[in-house]
């Protein structure tokens, strides 16, 4: 239900919280569920994938049926969390953690994923391989600004964020997807775009509650 302004008047339908927490959900759910199949109890490319190749009349190896099925369970993974979300949005709980929790997790789930892929296996020559310190560094650098900006002290504009933000996820989407061969697998594009998007959300509804920095005006709270 929509909450009540003390005129009586329906407040606004808080579209910035459901997007955050529609493509959070999404992330968090697709990285999850690859994750899972690493260590080869979950094979997405038997079983259904190869179900919906034969149904399409496809090649029984095609990519197409396990990619598929893959985005539909990620879909309806996504869709319990944000059940689980909307059921649980008036707690104190919840809005704790959109704010920081479901923030750092848009930010680092993709980046987490790749470097625990490549410690299971590490990867073969010609591939993008940068130096541990590097990625450490980075990660840390990620983490500082998403703090920073929580705590309403970023002095940056919207524009410079979002550039930050895509250069974190084309960096570590040009990992993921293996550098100069990402062509090979076109549908692994979803995850840093869903990582992006939900880094994105995550930072609109922040931007929501946080008190101006310069004005010092009274935090913006959503309704729930």
Known sequence: MMTQHPEGQPARIPYRRYAHEVLFSLNLSLVGLLTYSLNGTFDISTGLGRRLNTYAGLHLHSNLGPDIAFFALGLLLASSLFLILRLSSNTAVASGFLRW????????????????????????????????????AELAAAAACAAVYVYARWPLPAWLNVGLLVLHFGFWGWLFLGGPYFWLAPFQSVFPLAGLCSALAWGLYVSRQRPKSRLGAPAVQDAN
């Open 101 to 136: 929790v479901a923030g750092f997790s848009s930010l680092l789930a993709l980046p987490a994923h790749w470097l625990y892929s490549i410690h299971l296996s590490p990867q073969p020559p010609g591939l993008p391989d940068p130096p541990p310190l590097w990625l450490v």
